[in-house]
């Protein structure tokens, strides 16, 4: 059955399967990371057909918005000169290649033999707020209290050892 | 609820403080006056600071031994404070200890003594910690990224040595790739099982209606996520360079807590959740403990850099405790299982500080003096130093009576009554090609020439001495220690 | 459902129209007479100095990450505020420590100076 939503699922898929395969074979990095831009893109409307929106917010806030951003900034440090950096494949492409499909093929397989693949699942009820049952969720004391705590010491982790590794010392200190 | 939420807090509380402990430390440091001797980069630390981070983790390990017996479960059974988890949390601790103790000197030496590293030790701890308390598959995950970012943080802090930012960068890499596979592993189980606390996996494998295929998938990645951590083969290949390129105390904890904390984890995980595939998944656990050992060691044999012969051994190591989780399924051996492995990571641990006081007393600025040759002559210059490393050796080796006898021993033992007898020999045979090359270290030590200089530094030296006499005492009592690794069991819920 | 989404289509639907048709419309009354002094990269109207791609000082990255890191506090404050006051003052508590010890990184990086620019 051809339904509204399976048409844009199929439009998003393709842009963004397309999308993530100019990022792996865009021969200039910056292209390659506004391909990614597409492919994340992709991803959040995908999560918003599954009536996930707080994670297709999610998607764009953090991945579009803050690590493509860091993702070019590490182009633009490391890059000398030219960002043409020439063709993307090595001698074992083809052996990833197999191997992928392999991989590919295996959790295709696992997937559709489960019996509740074919089961299409029931839409959520409209009154179903699901922003509000993760933030239940995350301070809940038999829920999630212990990793959302246990998020913010890794990312206190995560910002000591940045500034650790590139932290420009002071040249009076040097 | 405010009980409730007591009775969790109460569960984790060597965790809490440790953590917390490790955030003031973080803020006490910055105002800390500096002793300005031990940096090059204008980077400093003061003397107090790893004191204080000393004091942090015994006040941890001292309400862990307070709470020994008294199992306690939290957050709706996300994390289990039982036996098993006192026992690996003390082996951490300990670790932590005697990595502080090895580090003191040697950062100054080289000039890069930094406040920070003792907290980000701390924070790494912690994560290593909550990996032995976690029921759930969620909390394995994130006290996974815990522990490992700030190792990989440590293993580069000898920035600008492009060695050590080289082994930071190799083990980001691979380690950010292998936490995308436990991901996955963990993502296909809760797509089989609905959950993704082990408690309820148990439940629904009970009930029948799961998805076989998803859940071997899943318990396939999460051996590979976790497997990297604890460096087996096929998963090796960060490995040398990374324990090569780490300044030497950082390598010495990495080998250690990370190796503990990832069998921690496996071993939870797999006793508890999936012992319904045994049939599946032992096969898979035999062929990765056997390469492993198979490679391992051999490849040890062609080193001739002894950070990279100990990384190797390392691994070759990490393939004897993998053997301990290959019969984890059978009736009655879950606990011999659990035993020997835990038995084994002591063993392990105090052999392997013991053997990383010597090469950081012998290590030399510029990352000399780490050659196989600048051993030679260490027994008559260094008699004290020389017999650390022979006990240390022959330990590794397995050469009775030591402690590495002893714990192969029951790893064997566990193995053979699991009717494993093929992976058994393996184990034998390699120990047979182990025995070459840590055996050359000692020849080069006694049997040749050579004017090998060592630091004497008080708690390098305390450290040193400490290790060995452990692996000594532990040898000659070796039941006590397998008596309390044998009560450590998993508490199930 | 997917109704919910039609204001961020249509937003999204002007917002790529409008910069199409700015493009378009530069292109189709705009004067174009090329010379080589206009191909080159624009800076500030100066004669342009070096390459256009140097590298960038590490600053950039040391605040790009520290963005990261808060930008993610706010996506685990977002769910939060939605029902933070059904939560009562666990919830309120909760956030708090989530919030100090995120506070313990910015007191560090401030004191580093790794905020600072000279």
Redesign the interface.
């Known amino acids: 059955m051809i339904t509204v939503s399976l048409i844009i699922f199929l439009i998003v898929a393709v842009i963004t399967l397309g999308s993530a395969l100019m990022v792996v074979t865009a021969r200039n990095l910056v292209h390659a990371a506004l391909w990614l831009v597409v492919a994340l893109f992709g991803v959040a409307i995908l999560f918003g057909l599954l009536q996930a929106g707080f994670l297709a917010v999610v998607q764009v806030v953090i991945y579009i918005g803050a690590i493509v951003i860091l993702i070019i900034f590490a182009i633009m440090l490391t890059q000398r000169n030219a960002l043409e950096i020439g063709s993307r494949f090595n001698e074992n492409w083809g052996w990833a290649l197999g191997i992928s499909a392999l991989v590919f093929a295996a959790l295709v397989w696992a997937i559709v033999s489960w019996p509740g693949f074919h089961v299409q699942a029931q839409p959520l009820d409209a009154r179903f707020d699901s922003v509000a049952e993760l933030g239940k969720a995350l301070v809940a004391s038999n829920g999630y209290a212990l990793p959302f705590e246990l998020a913010s010491v890794l990312l206190l982790a995560a910002l000591i050892g940045a500034i650790v590794i590139a932290w420009e010392r002071k040249p009076e200190e040097r | 609820m405010i009980g409730d939420i007591m009775t969790s807090l109460w569960a984790i509380l060597p965790v809490i403080v440790l953590a917390l402990w490790a955030c003031v430390l973080l803020l006490v440091d910055l105002w800390l006056p500096k002793d300005q001797q031990g940096s090059q980069q204008g980077e400093s630390n003061s003397p107090i600071t790893p004191l204080l981070a000393a004091l942090g983790m015994l006040t941890s390990a001292a309400i862990v031994i307070a709470r020994i017996g008294q199992p306690t479960m939290g957050f709706g059974g996300m994390m289990m404070a039982d036996g098993f988890s006192h026992f690996i949390c003390l082996l951490l601790l300990a670790s932590g200890l005697v990595t502080i103790g090895l580090s003191h000197d040697y950062m100054k030496r080289l000039g890069i003594a930094r406040g920070e590293y003792y907290v980000l030790l701390m924070f790494s701890l912690s994560g290593m910690m909550l990996m032995s308390m976690s029921a759930d598959l969620i909390m394995v995950f994130l006290s996974l990224e815990l522990l490992s970012i700030p190792l990989y943080v440590m293993a580069g802090i000898a920035t600008p040595r492009p060695s050590s930012e080289e082994a930071a960068l190799k083990y980001f890499l691979l380690g950010a790739f292998a936490s995308g596979f436990l991901v996955y592993g963990i993502g296909l189980v809760f797509g089989a099982t609905g959950s993704t606390s082990l408690q309820q996996i148990v439940a629904v494998v009970q009930s029948g209606n799961y998805n076989l295929a998803l859940i071997l998938g899943g318990a396939a990645l999460i051996i590979t996520g976790l497997g990297f951590k604890v460096a087996i083969v096929p998963f090796h290949m960060w490995t040398p360079d990374a324990y090569q390129g780490a300044p030497s105390a950082v390598t010495a904890f990495m080998s250690v807590g990370a190796k503990t904390a990832g069998f921690a984890a496996l071993l939870r995980v797999f006793v508890l959740a999936f012992p319904a595939f045994s049939a599946d998944i032992t096969p898979v656990l035999w062929g990765l403990a056997a390469l492993t050992m198979v490679l391992g060691n051999f490849a040890a044999i062609a080193q001739r850099n002894i950070k990279r012969l100990l990384a190797y051994s390392s691994i070759a190591h990490a393939g004897y405790i993998m053997m301990a989780l290959v019969p984890y399924g059978q009736d009655g051996l879950s606990a011999d299982s659990v035993a020997s492995a835990l038995f084994y990571l002591v063993a392990y641990a105090f052999t392997n500080f013991a053997a990383w006081a010597v090469v950081i007393a012998l290590e030399q600025a510029g990352e000399k003096g780490l050659e196989l040759q600048d051993y030679a002559g260490l027994g008559r210059k260094h008699p004290a130093l020389a017999a650390v490393m022979a006990v240390a050796m022959l330990s590794f080796t397995g050469v009775p009576p030591t402690l590495g006898f002893v714990g192969k021993f029951y790893l064997f033992r566990t193995v053979l009554e699991g009717g494993h007898v093929g992976l058994a020999l393996i184990g034998v045979l390699t120990s047979l090609v182990s025995a070459f090359y840590y055996l050359r270290v000692i020849v080069v030590m006694y049997m040749q020439e050579g004017e090998p200089e060592a630091r004497r530094e008080p708690w390098l030296q305390a450290m040193a001495y400490g290790s060995a006499i452990g692996v000594v005492a532990l040898s000659i009592f070796s039941a006590p220690l397998l008596f309390l690794a044998s009560q450590a069991v998993l508490k199930l819920f | ?2 109704q ?2 039609l204001p961020i289509v249509i937003l999204v639907l002007i917002a790529t129209g409008m910069a199409g048709l700015v493009v378009l419309l530069g292109h189709l009354f705009g004067p174009r007479r090329p010379s080589a002094r206009k191909a080159q990269p624009y800076e500030s109207g100066m004669r342009p100095i070096g ?1 256009g ?1 140097r ?8 605040i ?6 808060f ?6 404050l ?7 006051k ?2 009562g003052l ?2 309120v508590a ?2 708090l ?3 100090l ?2 506070l ?2 910015y ?3 401030w ?4 905020l600072e620019w000279e």
């Open positions: 459902m997917l919910d989404y390459p791609t590298r960038m000082p590490i600053r950039f990255y040391l790009a990450v520290l963005f990261i890191l930008d993610i506090e706010i996506v685990f977002l769910p939060w505020a939605v029902v933070f059904k939560l666990f919830g909760e956030m420590v989530f919030i010890i995120l313990v990184g007191v560090y990086a004191k580093k100076g790794a």
